[in-house]
């Protein structure tokens, strides 16, 4: 049961340009949290943003949430090299019973 | 050091046997969850499980089972009954239950491949 679909799919940008990938949901939701994935590792979480938020940022990652669209977006200023990854959004459906759900990634490649 | 770890890295499986894969973690965390990621895709939920001998099946349970006898443990058997079983597979957990919905602290992963 995926509600989370980011867009891109993939994304290929040079060092020092932003990147800015999309997720879009279906159902209404408790909070949206966007992780990171090296290849063949494990998720790393970035950040968290509660339904009654609209922005956040933490360091070069900024965060936007339209809750009446039912989207998200993960912008990352200043790329670099070490950037590259893929990129996941994880929505908290208000739904009773219901775990965390992911979507299905972009994969950002950054060059230098 | 806090965190999560699975063993083994890479395991090899011929058709129609069972094995199993360790997931540890020293974070004190309730909550416990594995998932099956196959190329190009995101993570599908297999089991997860809020407190000591208590586990519930997510979207692709059938050919898995776990067990949480310790706080600490989430062992994941894939039994021969799985059909397609090579894959990723990353343990997680977080503080509260899974319906905090706190963010999930991932192991490295373990890469099962049936011969």
């Known amino acids: 049961s995926q509600q989370g679909e980011e867009d891109p799919q993939a994304l290929s940008i040079q060092e020092g340009e932003n990147a800015t990938m999309n997720c879009s949901y279906k159902t209404s939701i408790n909070n949206l949290q966007w992780y990171r994935q090296n290849s063949g590792r494990g998720l790393v979480h970035l950040i968290l943003?509660?339904?009654?938020?609209r922005e956040k940022h933490s360091g070069r990652l900024r965060v936007t949430l339209d809750t009446s669209k039912k989207s998200s977006s993960l912008l990352i200023t200043a790329s670099r090299a070490a950037d590259t990854a893929s990129y996941f959004c994880?929505?908290?459906?208000?739904?009773?019973?219901?775990?965390?759900?992911f979507g299905k990634g972009t994969t950002l490649s950054v060059s230098s | 050091d806090g965190g999560i770890t699975q063993s083994p890295k890479y395991l090899f499986r011929k058709e129609g046997q069972n094995v199993t894969l360790s997931c540890e973690q020293n974070?004190?965390?309730?909550?416990m969850y594995w998932y099956r990621q196959d190329p190009g895709q995101g993570l599908r939920l297999i089991y997860y499980s809020q407190i000591v001998n208590d586990f519930q099946k997510g979207d692709i349970a059938e050919g898995y089972s776990v067990s949480r006898e310790k706080k600490e443990s989430f062992p994941l058997t894939v039994t021969s009954a799985q059909k397609n079983p090579t894959a990723f597979y990353l343990c997680a957990s977080s503080i509260g239950n899974a319906y905090s919905y706190n963010e999930q602290f991932f192991g490295p992963g373990t890469r099962l491949t049936v011969l």
């Open positions: 994880a929505t908290a459906p208000n739904q009773a019973g219901t775990a965390l759900i």
């Open positions: 974070l004190n965390h309730d909550a």
């Open positions: 943003i509660r339904s009654n938020e």
